[in-house]
């Protein structure tokens, strides 16, 4: 088992920076695909960023350019900076893992940004 526990959301002003922790319960970065999603009510659950254990990185069209995706091994904390946010980036952001066929979700911090 593994818990995954983000931090870092809030308010921000268009054009600000948030960033989002994410921490583990046990070292797993060398063998977890990991990466951040987001979900605003009434929408899907889409990706925002992702990186396999190999450190393979991949964005969400949407935030291209303007979000980074990074982790510290020896924190076993993944982490999303996010620049230049949009109002259409509020969302509620989850942490996700996945150790050959088990997903794991944290439990979700509320990013608002305002206009």
């Known amino acids: 088992q593994v818990q995954l526990v983000e931090s870092g959301g809030g308010l921000a002003q268009t054009g600000g920076s948030l960033r989002l922790s994410c921490a583990a319960s046990?070292?797993?970065?060398?063998?977890?695909?990991m990466g951040w999603y987001r979900q605003a009510p009434g929408n899907q659950r889409d990706l925002v960023a992702m990186?396999?254990?190999?450190?393979?990185?991949n964005y969400g069209d949407s935030v291209k350019g303007r979000f980074t995706i990074s982790r510290d091994n020896a924190k076993n904390t993944l982490y999303l900076q996010m620049d230049s946010l949009k109002p259409e980036d509020t969302a509620t952001y989850y942490c996700?893992?996945?150790?050959?066929?088990?997903?794991?979700w944290g439990q979700g911090t509320q990013v608002t940004v305002s206009s």
């Open positions: 046990r070292s797993i970065f060398g063998f977890a695909h």
């Open positions: 990186m396999s254990a190999g450190g393979n990185i």
């Open positions: 996700h893992a996945v150790i050959i066929t088990t997903n794991y």
